[in-house]
T-cell receptor
């Protein structure tokens, strides 16, 4: 089955700097790669996703890149703000199977 | 729209006790899921229901049972709770399987088994 590895497990950045979180996946048939943000005491919420026919997708300060050959995808957050502090999860799926999540990255943005 | 609701928010059980976690969604979604979240382990799928009337095991189903009561409701039952089941449990739903459609999560149930 699919295995998703996520790095780093914790990340601290200064406010205004960029943050990058990386994930690798094992199943070459996976074609859907979402990113979820979990704030303290809440359930995860989708922030951006990418499908295998696209190499990059951007939404304001957030972008995701996908390298299907290397089987890895990354989340990029620019101009970080204190409200970006949260746990971020990557996930992967074939499309007709449930998501498999990475173990999460705790991002701290220091003002 | 309330989205995905879960009850209770917190629960403390003694080893061997049983309980049912309730989940309901008001988005007319076909698929529903139960996850557990443990420190350093991410979100692990316990069971899911791709559509009303079907249930399937996920990554960590042992010690749990589920019931898809109707399209709105999906419950998770612990028949004989063990300390290893101390965790935060999340219910989620999506229109189709989550590889196709956005998955929406509830606020979670924090369960402690003594």
């Amino acid at each position: 089955g699919e295995n998703v590895e996520q790095h780093p497990s914790t990340l601290s950045v200064q406010e205004g700097d960029s943050a990058v979180i990386k994930c690798t996946y094992s199943d070459s048939a996976s074609n859907y790669f979402p990113w979820y943000k979990q704030e303290l005491g809440k359930g995860p919420q989708l922030i951006i996703d990418i499908r295998s026919n696209v190499g990059e997708k951007k939404d304001q300060r957030i972008a995701v890149t996908l390298n299907k050959t290397a089987k890895h995808f990354s989340l990029h957050i620019t101009e970080t703000q204190p409200e970006d502090s949260a746990v971020y999860f990557c996930a992967a799926s074939r499309g007709n199977t449930p998501l498999v999540f990475g173990k999460g990255t705790r991002l701290s943005v220091i003002a | 729209n309330a989205g995905v609701t879960q009850t209770p928010k917190f629960q403390v059980l003694k080893t061997g006790q049983s309980m049912t976690l309730q989940c309901a969604q008001d988005m007319n979604h076909n698929s529903m899921y139960w996850y557990r979240q443990d420190p350093g382990m991410g979100l692990r799928l316990i069971y899911y229901s791709a559509s009303e009337g079907t249930t399937d095991k996920g990554e960590v189903p042992n010690g749990y049972n589920v019931s898809r009561l109707n399209k709105r409701e999906f419950s998770l039952r612990l028949e004989s709770a063990a300390p290893s089941q101390t965790s935060v449990y999340f219910c989620a739903s999506s229109q189709g399987l989550a590889g196709i459609d956005t998955q929406y999560f509830g606020p979670g149930t924090r369960l402690t088994v003594l």
